[in-house]
């Protein structure tokens, strides 16, 4: 994984040299490319599994509807293939998932709970019916500081259970020190505003400074 980050991460530099605006739309364009790469496999591996008739890989028993199976990794360090994905219900994929924690979390902003030995960190917002945004992740100092911890951070609404997520090293290129706010000690702010629902939007520093936006996939959790 770090060799495949590091290998795409210098292209992109070598690409940009020393123009940060260049590195920036490059880098964005990159992660996005990624997650809707990802999805379009996901998609035929589930419709491959479908149309098999295969029955839930937790309970054995066939599904009744096509609507709102979840696409499960049998081995968790492997990749996503026809081999090694089963369709579950909905209770199933939660049921299992309880039973076998694979992922550190942390629930409300602000909140840097998490174990530091697991892959991904976890990161919850609910809805916020705000003019201006639905959703919001507060990066504490101390969790910038422990991201190396961890090889991605993924972001997911608590509403509907959406998620993208973001190698670290991407995410701390957006957590520069002029980009603080005053809230906490210094939190950054990463949103979904109501007008760009497809972007991360990174929060400025102060008053008047410009947003900096990254293009995501928003995946659901039958697609984990």
């Known amino acids: 994984m770090k060799r495949y980050c590091n290998g795409y991460e210098r292209a992109i530099r070598e690409h940009a040299g020393d ?11 990159v992660f996005a490319r990624l997650q809707l790469d990802e999805r379009k496999v996901k998609t035929g591996i589930k419709r491959q599994l479908i149309e098999s008739d295969h029955p839930c890989g937790y309970c054995g028993v066939r599904f009744e509807s096509k ?18 994905c089963v369709l579950m219900h909905l209770e199933c994929h939660e049921r299992y998932h309880a039973e076998h924690p ?7 902003a602000g909140d840097d709970s998490g174990d530091p030995c697991r892959g991904t960190l976890v990161k919850y917002s609910k809805r916020y019916d705000q003019r201006t945004f ?91």
Do not use: M
Not at 67 to 83: K, Q
């Open 19 to 29: 123009d940060p605006d260049k590195w920036f739309y490059a880098n964005r364009y």
């Open 134 to 224: 639905r959703y919001w992740w507060d990066i504490t100092p101390n969790l910038a500081a422990s991201l190396g911890s961890y090889e991605a951070v993924e972001f997911v609404k608590k509403d509907t259970a959406e998620r993208c997520s973001l190698p670290t090293q991407a995410l701390s290129e957006f957590l520069k020190g002029e980009r603080q706010t005053s809230r906490g000690a210094g939190n950054w702010g990463i949103k979904v505003l109501a007008d760009r629902p497809d972007e991360l939007a990174f929060e400025p520093g102060r008053r008047g400074d410009e947003w900096l936006f990254l293009p995501v996939v928003w995946l659901s959790d039958d697609e984990d």
């Open 67 to 84: 609507v709102g199976l979840h696409l499960h990794r049998v081995d968790g360090t492997r990749g996503y293939s026809p081999d090694n």
């Open 102 to 108: 694979q992922r550190a979390s942390s629930g409300q």
